[in-house]
């Protein structure tokens, strides 16, 4: 892979390697620093790679400890339905989380963009970033204080309009809508964040050519403000596609409590390598599928730079 | 006519949009206050309420009259990890987002995978631990505490993406005066990026502020302490309960913490960024980039 | 030109900095290393310093922090010549996490493990063997401990770990524990059979239906009188042996009629609301409820009396708990042991003096009493019949880790029968046909760990009563076969077997 992104782009005219170097070697002097972070405690750290195929023991250490070939994958491949199961389940919340996640940001920043009142997008900015720092343990247990068949705020509610009482801690595909919500609820503002600072950089004269033009505002929003804030869509887009098979065990576990009725739709699969293999103590096992799903994520991502390289080759993640 | 009628009426609903979505927001935080300035009992009895249940300091006088020192000490090292790392990390990234967004650097590419890749594949906690302790020797240091994380690939990106925004002539007339890379960072990347370096720097202090699992795995010195860690050692035995394994250790008696203190930590974590980020923003200023051109 | 170099030292310096915070840090802590180590030729029996590194669970009380800096370290240096260090880390590092990471990587410290953790650590080489030290360093220990608590340790006849304390552990969980104060206040005395507990709950439960009934969602050992005549232990969540039947036998617990009717008991329970709707979901609710003073009844142990009325009568000061038997023909069954055990790292540099600590702990009521409560006139007092009032609510070495029914203190809210009934719980009791047995999982690691996956969404549900049992078991079975079931029952056959035969 490397060799190939090596050999892409070359400048028109060959210069001598040395001259090269020279042109570069202020670039590569302000890598440096990153490729030393990057190089100590991800690139090294991956010769823990070879574990996965392996059975670790303390005396053989990384490097001697005898082959295992496949065998620590045998645990999640050899029940397929399991294994289907759970790569469907985390795909499907992760789109669901990308497409419902992006909208909404998107839509908070571009809303944002048009407002004028400072104090207002200042308070309600900072407001709206609160859920990020709460962690899933106490959104869980908030929702529990509201979904609670018995003594939840929602079913007391349904009992004063003479409604009947609902079991939401049984009704697996309720919690995708919930799961959903809840990650709307605790990332739009962290996401919004990120598109409204890209709008803050964007040269207003864009803006007053148009209005003499007589663009309304809805038309200001669509044409120039959207089509602006597609390269970063984009980015987004595709830094969270390589994490299309990762989960958030946190997540399901502070919200679900593994509820064990649910785990049709919430058996991601991180959550089913800490049912099976984490809780009895196979953490090979564990790391074999993290590689799985980094491989799948991968393959994902070499497809979706291709698509995006299409659309403009500035968007191209490398 | 009409179209300003029109145009009242579309600010008006987004005005409710976006304070409605807010007060949602806003909401489960306000329990959280509420709660954490209930009792107990009546907390446990009665469940949430926007009020609290039998106003009570007691929560907060419990957790600071017993522990108040390693409070004070475990908030100021996570103010000088968040502070150190940074400044460091911003650094780091910006100079290495720059790189990957040179036009015609032939290693262009070569940098942002070799960035990337990391994002997706990691060899696990062991190595990691194994280079981090014995060979590099970050156990029980505050350099421990922020330095492998000063390079965050997403947030690299992201500042990429904000120095892709900046207008390509502007960059190519200082090449033409002759300044070097350098000077096009520091002097012409850096300010008129400001949008974005304020965004990641935010980004960068959260992470190091929220950040328990450098302390979790390299920290045993107590004065290192940060007060996620603190607060991760209480939502530990929650979630330890919660998994099931407590079964196998028949004696032990974990007691789940306090409702009460659950809330305490949570606003006593969320409190000091509650309070800087509207500091920040002044910061998200629009036209930058025109001032600049012209100045 | 220049400037550029300008710049380039400060990135350069920048780097450097990096370096040397990391490196200062280490460079600091050497030289206490070595003084704290060199001072000390007066200290204990002529060995040779040491230094110990204790990992405990949990967060560390301001108390335990003072002690472990002053008195429990000068006791020990004074004792066995050791530098001893508490380290605490959280609850979710237990049995793999941080404590697997420092294991794995050889640090020089000691813990508590169960039997599961043990088995599986000591197959990657991770546990130090301590036989060679347990006549040496363990002398007293083996005096106040149980002998069959050493024995649940040994693994092909090693010792890998030595038992934290001696405390009656017989018919663990196969009592009720229930709240006598409503028990009274209902108008009851004791409960006896299944059909009292239940009419126990119903009253309650008209007087305050605020209240939850059972604070569990398991509860196959105190319900075993009713649905079996057999003496039921159980290895795991999946085989169970009969100690009533002198064979070698093991018994798939979800195959059996037993766990039918069993199930069938707890279905009941649940839509009659004496385990809370709520189970099903957020577990952890459950004992907080129950330490509240929420719930009406606990499974039971000989010591869950007077440890959960210290939590309960925080909430409700009247609260008093008391055991039940749902019957009292069968014999307790033990499985000789306290589940929690010291281990030592492998790469620690003197196993010996580690016992020597664990024995210290154990040694004799003084040194007992320092660890479990303190400084006697500050931290607690005692009056003249020896009962216990503590000044702090700081747990120091958590006391339920060091429990020994020889050293054990009681606080003056306990009754005298009770204490006799406590130190006598064990007297009648049988030891388990398969104390000492520890399953070796490795040829059927794949399948063992694929059940795991079945129990927690199959199994559990039905057990806990939450799905019935006729709609659900048959593909709850099908799944468990399908995981390999068979061959993991046949593996711990297998091994049973042989190690019985052995016996």
């Known amino acids: 892979m490397s060799d190939e992104a090596l050999q892409r782009p070359r400048p028109a005219g060959r210069k001598s390697r040395l001259q090269s170097l020279r042109n570069d070697s202020p670039l590569l002097l302000l890598a440096l620093p990153g490729v030393i972070v990057l190089i100590l405690f991800a690139y090294l750290p991956m010769s823990g790679l070879i574990l996965v195929f392996k059975n670790y023991n303390y005396n053989g250490g990384i490097f001697g400890s005898p082959w295992a070939g496949f065998d620590n994958f045998d645990f999640f491949f050899s029940s397929m339905d399991s294994a289907i199961r759970a790569t469907r389940n985390t795909v499907m919340l992760n789109v669901l989380y990308m497409l419902s996640g992006t909208i909404f940001s998107v839509a908070i920043a571009v809303i944002l963009n048009e407002l004028r009142s400072k104090s207002f997008i200042k308070i309600t900015q900072s407001v709206m970033f609160f859920p990020y720092f709460i962690s899933w343990i106490v959104i869980g247990a908030i929702l529990f204080s509201l979904l609670d068949f018995d003594k939840g705020l929602i079913n007391r509610l349904f009992g004063t309009f003479g409604m009947a009482p609902v079991d939401w801690y049984s009704d697996p595909w309720m919690f995708v809508v919930i799961l959903v919500a809840a990650n709307i609820w605790k990332s739009a503002g962290y996401g919004a964040i990120i598109y409204y600072a890209v709008l803050q950089g964007i040269d207003t004269a864009y803006y007053e050519a148009a209005r003499i033009d007589g663009a309304s505002r809805i038309q200001l929003m669509t044409r120039i403000t959207l089509p602006l804030l597609i390269p970063s869509i984009i980015l987004l887009s595709l830094l969270s596609i390589g994490g299309m098979l990762k989960g958030d065990l946190s997540m399901i576990m502070g919200v679900t409590f593994l509820n064990p009725l649910l785990l049709p739709t919430t058996d991601i699969i991180d959550v089913y390598v800490y049912r099976t293999a984490i809780r009895s103590g196979e953490f090979g096992f564990a790391s074999a599928i993290t590689l799985y799903q980094s491989v799948f994520g991968f393959l994902l991502v070499l497809v979706a730079n291709k698509l995006a390289g299409w659309y403009d080759k500035e968007s191209k993640l490398f | 006519m009409a179209t300003n009628q029109e145009n009242r009426t579309l600010i008006v609903t987004f005005y409710f949009c976006i304070g409605l979505f807010a007060l949602v927001c806003l909401a489960p935080f306000v329990l959280a206050v509420s709660g954490s300035l209930s009792t107990e009992a009546r907390l446990a009895a009665e469940g949430y309420s926007f009020l609290p249940r039998g106003f009570s300091l007691d929560t907060y006088k419990f957790m600071f009259d017993s522990k108040a020192d390693q409070i004070f000490q475990a908030y100021l090292t996570s103010v000088v990890v968040t502070m150190l790392g940074t400044a460091c990390a911003v650094l780091v990234t910006t100079a290495y987002a720059y790189v990957i967004t040179v036009k015609g650097f032939r290693y262009r590419n070569f940098f942002a995978f070799l960035a990337y890749f990391t994002m997706l594949f990691s060899g696990g906690t062991l190595p990691w631990y194994i280079l981090s302790t014995k060979y590099y020797h970050l156990d029980d240091t505050l350099a421990g505490l922020f330095v492998p994380y000063l390079l965050n690939v997403f947030l690299m990106y992201l500042q990429a993406n904000y120095f892709k925004s900046i207008p390509h002539e502007i960059i190519e007339s200082a090449q033409i005066d002759g300044a070097g890379h350098f000077r096009i960072f520091f002097r012409i990347m850096l300010p008129l990026g400001q949008v974005g370096l304020v965004t990641i720097s935010l980004f960068y202090a959260l992470q190091f502020w929220n950040d328990f699992y450098l302390s979790l795995m390299l920290i045993s010195d107590e004065k290192l302490y940060t007060i996620q860690y603190m607060m991760y050692f209480m939502m530990a035995n929650i979630q330890y309960l919660a998994s099931g394994n407590s079964a196998q250790i028949g004696g032990a008696v974990i007691a789940p913490p306090l409702e009460t203190a659950k809330m305490a930590m949570t606003c006593l974590t969320v409190l000091p960024i509650a309070v800087l980020y509207p500091f920040l923003q002044r910061y998200f200023v629009r036209g930058i980039i025109v001032g600049s051109v012209k100045g | ?503």
């Open chain 3, 1 to 503: 030109m220049l400037k550029k170099r300008v710049w380039v030292s400060l990135f350069l310096a920048t780097l450097l900095l990096i370096t040397a915070c990391s490196n200062g840090g280490e460079s600091g802590e050497t030289p206490e290393r070595t003084t704290a180590g060199g001072n000390n030729e007066s200290a204990g029996n002529g060995l040779k310093p040491a230094k110990l590194k204790i990992v405990l669970y949990g967060e560390e009380s301001p108390r335990m922090k003072e002690l472990a800096k002053a008195e429990f370290k000068d006791i020990v240096k004074k004792e066995i010549n050791a530098d001893i260090e508490f380290q605490f880390i959280p609850w979710t590092e237990y049995g793999g996490g941080k404590t697997d990471l420092m294991l794995s990587t050889g640090e020089d410290f000691a813990t508590y493990t169960d039997t599961n953790y043990m088995v599986k650590s000591v197959a990657k080489g991770l546990y130090a063997d301590l036989t060679p030290f347990m006549g040496t360093a363990a002398e007293d220990m083996i005096k106040t401990v149980d002998e069959n608590s050493f024995k649940a340790f040994q693994l092909g006849g090693k010792q890998f770990a030595v038992p934290v304390g001696n405390k009656p552990n017989s018919g663990e969980f196969y009592s009720v524990l229930v709240r006598q104060d409503l028990l009274e206040e209902v108008g009851m005395n004791s409960v006896s059979t299944l059909a009292e507990l239940e009419q126990f709950y119903d009253k309650v439960h008209a007087a305050h239906p605020e209240l939850i009934g059972y604070a569990s969602t398991d509860a196959r050992r105190m319900l075993m009188y009713e649905y079996t005549d057999k003496n039921l232990y159980w290895q795991n969540d999946f085989l169970a042996i009969d100690e009533s039947a002198d064979n070698d036998q093991i018994m798939s617990w979800f195959e059996s009629e037993e766990f039918k009717a069993y199930s069938g008991l707890m279905r009941g329970w649940y839509e009659k609301g004496i385990i809370p709707k709520y189970a099903a979901t957020n577990t952890p609710q459950l004992q907080s409820d129950w330490n509240s003073g929420k719930a009406m009844f606990w499974a039971g142990t000989a010591a869950r009396p007077f440890e959960g009325a210290a939590t309960i009568s925080q909430a409700v000061p009247g609260a008093k708990l008391t055991n039940y038997f749902l019957s009292k023909d069968l014999p307790k069954i033990s499985r000789g042991t306290y589940s929690t055990a010291w281990f030592v790292s492998a790469n620690a540099a003197d196993p010996e003096r580690y016992v020597m600590f664990f024995n210290l702990l154990q040694k004799n009521q003084e040194l007992y009493d320092l660890f479990a409560y303190g400084i006697l006139d500050k931290d607690y007092t005692l009056d003249e019949n020896g009962r216990l009032t503590r000044n702090t609510t700081d747990s120091l070495i958590p006391d339920w880790l060091l429990m020994n029914k020889n050293f054990i203190r009681f606080d003056k809210s306990v009754p005298d029968d009770f204490i006799a009934q406590y130190k006598a719980w064990d007297d009648e009791a049988i030891i388990s046909k398969g104390a000492g047995f520890n399953f070796d999982n490795t040829p059927v690691k794949n399948e063992e760990t694929k059940i795991n996956g079945v129990f927690s969404e199959f199994l559990a549900p039905i057990a806990s009563g939450f799905l019935d049992y006729e709609e659900n078991f048959p593909r709850a079975l099908e799944k468990l076969k399908a995981a390999g079931f068979d061959a993991y029952i046949a593996e711990y056959q297998k091994q049973f077997s042989e190690w019985y035969a052995a016996k």
